[in-house]
């Protein structure tokens, strides 16, 4: 029985307790057994109970894992940070809300790099995480708890978030699925904020159909984001076997350079897939996405350093103990409170907000980041979607990169660019690469993630790649 | 050499809306401290912003009442600094792209009208009641996120006395408005005066001091009144003007410094990103234009000119909104002489009311406009009508009944000649001066005993007439 629910994805199992097949409170209790024996580290947080679960939503009280920094009200809730430690919010995320009222249960709280800065994890306030594939390498980041439980089966199904990449590239690096929605089809409220003008959430799921289910309950606008809009039309469970019709845009500047050879091969599988499924593949050009990472590395920093300004100690969280000045007050809380990573990133974005440098900085990567979007629009004239590797390397050591952020940060270069522009995108899992998970990216327009969802779920059928669970 | 004052304001006015700026709190005063708060007035993490429809709505209405240009697409920005009474670390703010801007109100230009948030408030225990070296500061979060909206003006006053009358014109229009309470003294208008000298003729500025957060006009005279005089002496010393925030205590008259690290504050401003821009439609400026009502400098100029008003009267009913509606319903109940009316209005009313409204007493407008008329056809005098409006603003009802029921109907002919009479018996002195000098302000005497012997019920010239016609001068 055990390793029968095990083999469900959650789709499959909100099915069979629909179809009275199976107990809401077994599947919930087998899942609480796992995640609670967790020994990745990938939970910070795991639930006594079902509490308030509603197994008749089409949801059906299947577990979910919940990423750090979505605030759940009475549950602890840091964003992985120090500075929030033993914070419980007094409201619930709207992504959470919506998704427990259509009857997911929250499992627990997955481990995460501290206010979603980084790309391995490590920049965790409460330690690594492993990749259930190999437990020496890291499951990437900044969703990389929310990852490597999906990847291990301690979860069903997960949520995260994905500001340059968050959500694809821990998806790539743990081999499941990751969908990066577009920029306001899900309610940031309730998602403690890293770049609120890219943040967006999104599920982390063992195939395409679980993710289109969760994301079909996730979309809409919501009166408490003004920056939510409507999702335009339903989100059906993609059914598309082929890809007939369907232009597949290459852009070569997303995947030659730094793309290692391992991850190059499966994508070159890939695109041959794709042409055996009817698609059809055209080479687009897209000329500035080679300065994404330098505006990325700009703007989310210097929105970072406003979000941030909040954790000071006077309201919530942990204070500093001083003699009582107000400044002392500020810099021992920040100081003891804020890791490494985070602190550089506020000192980079205070640096670029400042009096006499806006304009070559902030200003210059806003307008950078304006002409990425136009390379897309214009791409998207030509194709219908865009395929890149999501990586370019497969799982990396841990400790490989800590002593050199910009190699870290050079993990985004092929993701940064969709969240700039506010466009969808996945990361499947393409195959193994030396026996480790390659990422596949599909990108399209904006509200695009149903053609996006469909050309996912053909491709996944066609790859047919046998992975979860490991490693557990 | 002559120096010129060169005078701007910047006005913070909190709107009178229903809720907070960004988020769903009622606004309250005086109310238990931190009992209206939410998350996103916290500034708990996670919290986002929503702008208020009405305080958009009130804005655009104060924009067109300043006769300003309306942006299509205003920006909110965010003002980085920290402090405990902003829970975000920063401001939400308008920037480079205002509401509204380039307007003008009687003769002085307007910069810029634009939203934001007020902060939150902060008591602090201890000898020096300021966040250094207090035992322990708490916060109020009931007032955090009030939306408020700041008026700029262009440097267009000369003088202090002119700069509190745009201001006292500036309130006026707002409270006109509805759009606040405009209480100084509470903190809902919270005005700051930018200062300087130059030399008389001379086209380029001074350096500006500002004056920040004066709770009165008459303090804000006084205030500008000495930093003027401060600044003189300096210049006229061949010394420079250091571009500070001034603190004047109205109560010492002393002009001090407010930290200068606020100066060397660079905040950083930004975009907001969790908010879109502010777009009025059509639709939404047709509701703000609908909304605003006759504003006060229109009102004065049409009491004036189309009831031959006086200015100075003209402009104490449009100031007070609700003596002017006052004074406009008698005129519509009886029109018969509307610059009695207003004299009425604005000066004994006004004396027996303090500030308390019209509203506030019993006194309606049809009974002082029929009083006023009565006066005019002799029914009553003057000072008997000032105790028939006594007795109406604390009981209301008729004047007529009034007058009947206390007696205080004007003395006919036959009554006075006898009271006259008596009063010449009893003054010689008098009647001689007048024997000597019919034009003798001697006559008061009798006309003061005739008073005190009808309780005011005499027409004081009717009483001259017969004194005269007594004595034959």
Redesign the interface.
């Known amino acids: 029985m055990s390793a029968d629910i095990l083999s469900l994805t959650g789709a499959q199992a909100a099915e069979r307790v629909r179809a009275g097949d199976l107990d809401a409170g077994e599947l919930f209790a087998f899942y609480r057994e796992r995640a609670a024996a967790d020994d990745l580290n990938a939970f910070l947080w795991v639930a006594d109970g079902p509490d308030g679960a509603n197994s008749s939503g089409p949801l059906a009280g299947v577990p979910l894992a919940v990423k750090d ?3 759940v009200e009475g549950v602890p ?1 840091a ?1 992985g940070s120090r500075i ?1 430690d033993g ?1 419980r ?3 619930t ?1 709207t992504a959470v809300r919506k998704l427990t009222e259509a009857g997911a249960t929250v499992l627990g709280k997955t481990n995460q790099d501290e206010f979603a800065m980084g790309s391995s994890n490590e920049n965790s306030g409460y330690g690594s995480v492993q990749n259930p594939w190999d437990r020496e390498r890291v499951p990437g980041g900044s969703s990389g708890g929310s990852a490597a439980a999906v990847a291990a089966g301690l979860a069903p199904w997960a949520i995260g978030t994905d500001t340059g990449g968050s959500i694809r590239q821990p998806a790539a690096l743990t081999g499941i699925v990751g969908l990066k929605p577009t920029y306001g089809a899900v309610s ?6 890293f ?3 890219l943040d967006q959430c999104g599920p982390l799921t063992r195939d395409v159909t679980d993710a289109a289910l969760l994301f079909r309950h996730m979309v809409g606008r919501d ?5 939510s809009l409507e999702f335009p039309e339903e989100v059906p469970l993609p059914s598309a076997e082929r890809l007939d019709g369907v232009v597949f845009g290459v852009p070569p500047e997303l995947t030659g350079e730094g793309v290692e050879p391992g991850v190059r091969e499966v994508f070159e599988r890939t695109t041959k897939l794709i042409e055996e499924l009817g698609g059809k593949l055209e080479e687009v050009s897209l000329p500035h996405s080679r300065y994404g990472i330098a505006a990325y590395y700009v703007i989310t920093p ?2 970072a ?2 979000n ?5 100690g ?3 969280g942990p204070r500093a103990e001083t003699d009582g000045d ?1 400044t002392a007050l ?1 810099e021992q809380t920040r100081e003891q409170g804020f890791g490494d990573e985070v602190k550089r990133r506020i000192l980079i974005g ?1 640096y670029a ?3 006499g440098y ?1 304009d070559a900085y ?1 200003g210059r990567a806003q307008r950078v980041r304006t002409k990425i979007a136009d390379d897309f629009r214009a791409a998207f004239q030509k194709v219908d979607l865009l395929v890149t590797p999501t990586s370019p390397t497969v799982a990396f050591r841990l400790g490989e990169k800590t002593e050199d952020p910009l190699a870290m940060y050079l993990n985004d270069a092929l993701t940064v660019s969709m969240p700039l522009a506010g466009i969808p995108a996945i990361s499947i899992p393409g195959g193994l690469s030396d026996g480790l998970p390659v990422g596949i990216q599909l990108a399209g327009p904006a509200f695009s993630e149903n053609r996006i969802l469909d050309s996912a779920y053909a491709l996944e059928r066609a790859i047919g790649f046998e992975g979860v669970p490991v490693g557990v | 050499m002559e120096f010129e004052p060169v005078i701007g304001i910047e006005i913070h006015v909190q709107l009178d809306t229903r809720t907070k700026m960004f988020c769903g709190c009622e606004l309250s005063f005086g109310d238990e401290p931190n009992t209206h708060t939410c998350p996103v007035c916290l500034g708990l993490p996670g919290s986002l912003p929503v702008v208020n429809a009405e305080a958009v709505h009130f804005g655009l209405m104060i924009g067109m009442a300043l006769g300003c240009e309306i942006a299509p697409r205003s920006i909110f920005h965010r003002k980085n600094y920290f402090y405990p009474d902003l829970p975000k670390g920063y401001q939400i703010s308008q920037y480079d792209i205002p509401l509204a801007r380039s307007g003008k109100l009687g003769e002085v230009r307007i910069h810029r009208v634009h939203l934001e948030e007020d902060a939150a408030k902060l008591v602090h225990a201890g000898a020096s009641g300021r966040i250094h070296g207090a035992e322990a500061s708490v916060v109020d979060f009931n007032r955090g996120g009030t939306p408020l909206v700041e008026i700029v003006s262009e440097p267009d006053l000369r003088s202090a006395s002119e700069t509190a009358e745009f201001g006292r014109l500036l309130q006026a229009t707002l409270r006109r408005m509805g759009v606040s309470d405009v209480n100084m003294e509470e903190g809902s208008l919270r005005m700051d005066a930018n200062v300087s000298l130059r030399p008389a003729g001379e086209a380029t500025f001074g350096t500006k001091t500002e004056l920040k957060n004066m709770n009165s006009f008459r303090f804000l005279e006084r205030g500008i009144d000495a930093e003027l005089e401060r600044q003189e002496a300096i210049l006229r010393d061949g010394g420079e003007v250091v571009q500070e925030t001034l603190h004047f205590d109205p109560q010492s008259g002393a002009i001090t410094s407010l930290r200068s690290k606020e100066q060397a504050h660079d905040y950083r401003y930004f975009p907001e990103p969790d908010l879109v821009p502010v777009a009025p439609t059509e639709e939404m400026l047709e509701r703000a234009r609908d909304a605003l009502p006759e504003l006060p400098a229109a009102r004065a100029e049409r009491l004036e000119r189309d009831l031959g008003l006086t200015a100075e009267t003209a402009k104490l009913l449009a100031f007070r909104t609700e003596l002017g509606d006052f004074f406009e319903e008698a005129v519509a109940a009886d029109g018969s002489d509307p610059r009695a009316l207003a004299n009425w209005v604005t000066g004994e009313l006004v004396a027996q009311l303090g500030d308390d409204q019209p509203t506030a007493s019993k006194v309606e407008h049809r009974a002082l406009a029929r009083l006023v008329t009565m006066m005019n056809e002799g029914k009553v005098s003057g000072s008997a009508a000032k105790q028939v409006l006594g007795v109406l603003v604390a009981e209301g009802g008729d004047p007529e009944a009034v007058v009947e029921s206390e007696g205080l109907g004007a003395a006919g002919a036959d009554e006075l000649a006898g009271i006259v009479d008596r009063a010449l018996a009893e003054n010689p002195d008098v009647v001689e001066k007048l024997k000597a000098d019919p034009g003798s302000k001697a006559v008061g005497a009798i006309v003061g005993a005739v008073m005190k012997e009808t309780k005011g019920r005499a027409d004081g010239g009717e009483v001259q007439r017969l004194v005269r016609e007594k004595l034959g001068v």
Do not use: H, N, Q, W
């Open positions: 920094l979505f605030c809730s964003a929030l914070y919010p007094p409201y995320a940031r409220y309730g998602m403690i904020a770049a609120s003008s009166p408490c984001d003004s920056t210097a929105e350093s406003a941030l300004a909040r954790y000071d006077v309201r919530f107000l500020y205070t907000l400042s009096s806006y902030y």
